[in-house]
């Protein structure tokens, strides 16, 4: 069998042959960061199985964490297949495209799961690894915001920024670009007004990718890291605030789910939440 996948821009290409061994949501706080996500859906397989077939020259790679490499287009910002353990690879399987014979198992690092993402479905949740005592991946939380403002950051923690502004909406995007700009199952996204969001350090390590068929969409990402960091849409007069990419609780969750009929065939939406096939008018 084989699985096709590729980034937002398409510059970078896979290839996974065989079948994969497993696929679980990651909540813990790195994948949340890099990928701007409630969690991040990862599919694990034999290491010889993924054969790039283009772009290698614009795969950034980056340690987040001891002895862990993410990778992530330097053009568009996806999240890439890591193929930097001893036998197995593991790839975002939002990178993915049609099905992939596989469906979720579990919820692992559940304990650092997001303040504003409910766990909905029946799936067993895992405090770290099935069967790993100790914490493997974690973050210090910072002190609670004293001035009622919002902040967030990028992984490595070069960009940040703070949000000022409630948020008018939040939702989870399921379009083909959303899944496949954050290789995930969806983008949580927060809306302000254009003056609602301000960077705080790190904007000149911003990049910007503007999908060239779409009259508004972008992916804004660290170039350092390529985590999603917020974006200004002045043609809209709002500013788009990835939930994943927040240090602070916004203290609401998600209200709608929107291009429910693009949802991946492995996402299940299982909680009570409006869904609408595309973008409610």
């Known amino acids: 069998m084989i699985h096709h996948g590729n980034c937002l821009c398409g510059t970078v290409r896979w290839r996974y042959e065989g079948v994969f061994d497993g696929m679980t949501h990651c909540h813990c706080g790195h994948c949340r960061k890099a990928h701007g996500t409630a969690y991040a859906t990862y599919v694990v397989g034999a290491k010889g199985g993924l054969h790039w077939e283009s772009g290698e020259h614009a795969i950034t790679r980056r340690e987040s964490s001891p002895g862990f490499i993410r990778s992530f287009c330097r053009l568009c910002g996806s999240v890439l297949p890591n193929p930097h353990f001893e036998a197995i690879m593991a790839a975002p399987a939002g990178g993915f495209e049609g099905e992939p014979g596989i469906r979720p198992t579990a919820h692992i690092f559940a304990q650092w799961k997001a303040s504003w993402f409910p766990i909905t479905d029946t799936l067993p949740q895992h405090a770290n690894y099935p069967g790993q005592a100790a914490p493997a991946v974690s973050r210090p939380v910072p002190p609670a915001s004293t001035d009622g403002k919002l ?87 709002i500013a788009i605030v990835p939930l994943g990419a927040l240090d602070d609780d916004p203290g609401r969750e998600a209200e709608r789910h929107v291009f429910a009929s693009d949802r991946a065939p492995w996402d299940e939406i299982t909680d009570p939440l409006p869904c609408f096939a595309a973008m409610p008018g």
Do not use: D, W
């Open 151 to 237: 902040r967030g950051s990028c992984l490595c923690g070069a960009v940040g920024f703070e949000v000022s502004e409630a948020f008018r909406i939040v939702q989870h995007c399921h379009c083909t670009r959303c899944r496949r700009g954050r290789a995930a199952a969806f983008a949580t996204n927060g809306f302000t007004g254009p003056e609602g969001v301000r960077f705080t350090r790190g904007q000149e390590m911003l990049q910007v990718y503007r999908h060239q068929e779409a009259r508004y969409f972008a992916q804004v990402f660290c170039g350092a890291c390529g985590s999603k960091m917020p974006r200004h849409c002045p043609e809209r007069q």
